[in-house]
């Protein structure tokens, strides 16, 4: 069992930049592949980034070149780096743990990033 717990959500204005947490605890052997998804509303939840066991990186086009997704093992923690914040970028993130089959699939609460214009 794989708890997720996130931070670091908030209120910015366009252009500034969030660092959200996910912090990992419980036995995470089995996890494959960790990353960010978000949902605004009316919208289908979306996959911002992710990254695999060996590092490979994965983004969203709309958020290339503006967020970076990173480990810290030591920690147990998930980052994404949300620099050059835009009004579209408003949603609920969360934190997604999984094995590659989806037998292990993790979510953690959710954070909001708002982001005025």
């Known amino acids: 069992q794989v708890q997720l717990v996130e931070s670091g959500g908030g209120l910015v204005q366009a252009g500034g930049s969030l660092r959200l947490s996910c912090a990992a605890s419980g036995s995470i052997s089995n996890i494959h592949l960790r990353g960010w998804y978000r949902q605004a509303p009316g919208k289908q939840r979306e996959l911002v980034a992710d990254?695999?066991?060996?590092?490979?990186?994965t983004y969203a086009d709309s958020v290339k070149g503006r967020f970076t997704i990173s480990r810290d093992n030591a920690k147990n923690t998930l980052y994404l780096q949300m620099n050059s914040l835009k009004p579209e970028d408003t949603a609920v993130y969360c934190c997604n743990y999984r094995s590659y089959s989806g037998k292990y699939d993790y979510w953690g609460q959710g954070t909001q990033v708002t982001v005025s214009s």
């Open positions: 990254i695999t066991i060996a590092g490979s990186t």
